[in-house]
């Protein structure tokens, strides 16, 4: 009996060690990922890298700045076939809110920024965001994360744009300091 007892305890131990914190108020994080966009017919594709800063306000709520680069490739609509190559940026503020506590965290969010580049004559943008993060250890997670923004040159584009938008999503590794 004693021996079953000890095993538990050892098993109990264990896992406990392998429960990890996740982030905190007050911590601040960075984060760098892979990423790709595309339209909705697959016809313009970007891939490239962002790099985000932020700082969680709560346990749940965090705040920051995303900056992205893509370079890609774009068929062109005259010549079928035929493809020129782009690149393209953009820098967002976010706000996300992750639920609930442990190692793997669900995240959504909305941005607000700019576009600019090659195939973008630097306009605003605005989206939603949803997304995953999966402590790994304690201050360190593999994050998966997509949007759906828009682009708006004005206030009255802003709300007659919405199907006009551009899908992002990316798969990085993020830290809390």
């Given at each position: 009996m004693?021996?079953?007892?000890?095993?538990i305890g050892a098993l109990a131990l264990l896992l406990t060690a392998n429960a990890?914190?996740?982030?905190?108020?007050g911590d601040k994080t960075l984060e760098l990922s892979g990423s790709g966009s595309s339209d909705k017919e697959f016809d313009s594709n970007f891939f490239g890298g962002n790099a985000s800063v932020g700082y969680f306000a709560t346990d749940q709520l965090q705040y920051g700045v995303r900056q992205s680069l893509n370079?890609?490739?774009q068929r062109a609509a005259v010549n079928a076939g035929k493809t020129k190559t782009n690149w393209n940026a953009a820098t967002r503020v976010f706000a996300d809110y992750h639920f609930g506590s442990g190692d793997v965290l669900p995240f959504v969010g909305a941005n607000i920024g700019g576009?600019?580049?090659?195939?973008?004559?630097n306009t605003g943008s605005?989206?939603?965001e949803l997304g995953l993060k999966a402590y790994v250890q304690d201050k360190t997670y593999i994050t998966f994360q997509a949007e759906y923004d828009y682009l708006f040159d004005s206030g009255d584009d802003f709300s007659n744009n919405f199907d006009d938008g551009a899908i992002f999503y990316s798969l990085g590794m993020g830290y809390n300091f």
């Open positions: 004693i021996k079953h007892t000890a095993q990890f914190a996740g982030p905190e108020a370079v890609g490739t576009f600019y580049g090659d195939t973008v004559s605005a989206g939603l």
